[in-house]
């Protein structure tokens, strides 16, 4: 069974790019907005949120159209 409520911790990036996720932004959309905010630290940019997202998927929490 899964919980009605689920408390995950996210990392500062994380924590960032979650309100972004809408349903109609892109992970390149998104990818802007986090290259913005975070500069190169948010290097290796691509990577990193390619592998939040399949977290995400794996946990059910989003769905990814491909």
């Known amino acids: 069974k899964k ?3 689920s408390y995950v911790h ?3 990036m994380g924590s ?5 996720i809408d349903g ?3 992970i390149t959309d998104i990818s802007v907005f986090v290259s913005e905010h ?3 630290k948010a290097e290796p940019l691509y990577e990193r949120l390619a592998k939040f997202f399949q977290i995400l998927e794996s946990y059910h929490f989003v769905s990814v159209n491909k």
């Not at 960032?16 to 972004?20: A, R």
């Open 16 to 20: 960032f790019v979650w309100p972004l």
């Open 3 to 5: 919980p009605k409520i």
């Open 10 to 12: 996210l990392d500062e």
């Open 38 to 40: 975070f500069g190169e």
């Open 24 to 26: 109609n932004r892109s």
